[in-house]
C-alpha cells in the first residue's frame, strides 16, 4: 500500500465542519431559514429603502442562483463581493462610492456570521500535528481568500500548511485542472505523489484524479459513491483515519 508524503486537503467538510444553526434564523413565505438576510437587508436599508425584505431575500436567492450555475458550467469563481455589487445592481443602487463601500460592508457581515459557524472537530488538531513531517497544502473552493485565511488562524490551522490556495484568489473552482495544477506546482511536488483530501466527489476526487494525483473520500455516512466514471483510492470517515495511508 502506497504511503504519501505529501498531502493536499479541501477546507469546508474536509477539515472544519459548518454549524448552520448558529446563522439568524428568517422567515421566508411560512418557511424558517437560516441565512443571513436579515442584517445584510438591514445594512442595505439604511442607505436606500423602498423594498421589502421578502423581495430582498428572493433578488439575492436568484442571484446566488445564478452565479451557481455559471460557475458549475464554466468553473469559474465569484466573489462574494462580487455577489453584493450585483444584488446592490439589481436592487437599482447607484453606481458610486458609496455603494462600492455599501458593497464590502454587506461582504464583512456574510463572512463575520460565516465564521461564527466554522468549528474544528475534536480530535482533529491532534492530528494535524502528527502530520507535520509531511509536506501538506490546503485547496478550497471558498469566495473570499482574506476570510478563508482568517477562518485558518483563528483555528490555529495555518502553521500546518506549506500551500493555501483559496479559488477566490485562482479565479477559478475545483474541479478545473489548473486549479490543482497551481497548488502542486507552488508545492514543488509531483501530482502521483500527492494525497488529495475532500468530502465532494466530483470537486474532490474527479478533479484531483485528472492531474493523476491519489484521492481520499471524507464519507461520515458511510453512502455509496456516486456513478461518475472513477472511483476515490481511499474512502474514509473522518481525517483521522488518514493515518495509515502517510509516512509519518
Known amino acids: ?38 442584517p445584510l437587508y438591514e445594512l442595505a436599508f439604511q442607505t436606500q429603502n423602498g423594498y421589502s425584505v421578502d423581495f430582498f431575500h428572493q433578488t439575492l436567492t436568484d442571484i446566488i442562483f445564478r452565479l451557481r450555475n455559471e460557475k458549475s458550467l464554466r468553473l469559474k469563481e465569484f466573489s462574494c463581493l462580487t455577489r453584493m455589487k450585483i444584488l446592490l445592481s439589481h436592487l437599482r443602487f447607484p453606481e458610486n462610492n458609496e455603494t462600492e463601500r455599501l458593497a464590502f460592508q454587506m461582504k464583512e457581515t456574510h463572512m463575520r456570521w460565516m465564521k461564527q459557524c466554522v468549528y ?37 490551522l495555518s502553521r500546518f500548511f506549506h500551500t493555501i490556495l483559496f479559488s477566490e484568489e485562482a479565479g477559478m473552482i475545483k474541479p478545473h485542472a ?28 474527479l478533479g484531483p484524479k485528472k492531474l493523476g494525483m491519489g484521492t481520499a473520500w471524507i464519507n461520515p455516512g458511510q453512502y455509496p459513491f456516486p456513478d461518475v466514471g472513477q472511483s476515490p483510492d481511499i474512502e474514509i470517515k473522518t481525517i483521522t483515519e488518514l493515518e495509515s495511508y502517510v509516512q509519518i
Open 1 to 38: 500500500m502506497k504511503k504519501y508524503q505529501v498531502v493536499i486537503f479541501d477546507l469546508f467538510g474536509t477539515l472544519v465542519h459548518f454549524d448552520v444553526s448558529r446563522l439568524p434564523l428568517f422567515e421566508f413565505q411560512n418557511e424558517e431559514i437560516r441565512c443571513t438576510t436579515q
Open 178 to 205: 489548473d486549479l490543482f495544477g497551481q497548488i502542486v506546482a507552488r508545492m514543488g511536488v509531483t501530482p502521483s505523489d500527492v494525497l488529495f483530501v475532500g468530502d465532494t466527489p466530483e470537486a474532490d476526487i
Open 120 to 156: 474544528l472537530p475534536e480530535g482533529y488538531r491532534p492530528f494535524m500535528e502528527k502530520l507535520t513531517p509531511l509536506r501538506i497544502g490546503l485547496l478550497s473552493n471558498f469566495d473570499d481568500t482574506t476570510t478563508g485565511k482568517q477562518i485558518l488562524d483563528e483555528l490555529d
